[in-house]
């Protein structure tokens, strides 16, 4: 079974500092995806970039990207320039089927 | 292009009672997901709904249920409610189409259920 872990139950960073979020990944599928959200306090989760298991480039949105590195099975959310806004939890996730399997998440809090 | 939305956000129940929760996916989108989450367990997998059918089901007793009208609208169902099942039910769309691993869920507000 596939399983996602992300080991930093909270996190702090400086507005317009960047940020690494840490996220390991275990399955023996060749293919997978790999995806990041944001929830806020309201409780939507939003989705801010994807990861496929055979991109040859590392995933890049806005202020938001991925490091992926395959051989030690983790992908890494970092955020650029941090704002306030940011502040969240962060779910890493991966594709089982038809069906998301998450990891604990990662609140991080962004200090003006 | 309108995202998922889910009604009611809120809802407020007693034990024994039962509840419907509703999900409308973008427009287009043919896959509808839905997810259970709370402090302890986390997010976990319901089921998934395509075409009309269940396609995947999650670890949950038979009091968890689902359907899929012809529109892609989705409702969820929970029967005889305990007070674990207070918790934020999410429902995620996504077009289906391809392999599958790349197909990204796209989630609602979400309804937040607390069973008194």
């Known amino acids: 079974a596939q399983k996602i872990t992300q080991t930093q139950p909270g996190m702090f960073v400086q507005e317009k500092e960047a940020v690494t979020l840490d996220c390991t990944y275990d399955?023996?599928?060749?293919?997978?995806?790999l995806f990041w959200y944001k929830q806020p306090s309201s409780g939507e989760m939003i989705f801010l970039i994807y990861?496929?298991?055979?991109?040859?480039q590392n995933a890049t949105e806005g202020r938001y990207s991925l490091n992926f590195q395959k051989a030690r099975k983790s992908a890494n959310l970092v955020i650029s320039a941090s704002q306030l806004g940011d502040s969240a939890m962060y779910f890493c996730?991966?594709?089982?089927?038809?069906?998301?399997?998450f990891g604990q998440g990662t609140e991080l809090s962004v200090k003006p | 292009k309108a995202g998922v939305t889910q009604t009611p956000r809120y809802l407020i129940k007693t034990r024994g009672q039962q509840v419907t929760l509703s999900c409308s996916p973008i427009?287009?989108?043919?896959?509808v997901s839905w997810y259970q989450q709370t402090p302890g367990q986390g997010l976990q997998f319901l089921f998934e709904?395509?075409?009309?059918?269940?396609?995947n089901k999650g670890n949950f007793p038979g009091r968890f249920s689902g359907r899929q009208f012809s529109n892609s609208r989705s409702e969820m169902n929970v029967s005889t409610l305990e007070l674990g099942d207070s918790a934020l039910y999410l429902c995620?769309?996504?077009?289906?189409?391809?392999?599958?691993?790349?197909?990204?869920?796209?989630f609602g507000p979400g309804t937040r259920l607390t069973v008194l």
């Open positions: 995620a769309s996504s077009l289906a189409i391809g392999t599958g691993v790349g197909d990204t869920q796209y």
């Open positions: 399955t023996s599928d060749p293919s997978y995806g």
């Open positions: 990861q496929g298991s055979y991109d040859q």
């Open positions: 996730a991966m594709r089982e089927g038809g069906k998301l399997i």
């Open positions: 427009s287009g989108h043919r896959s």
């Open positions: 709904y395509f075409s009309e059918t269940q396609r």
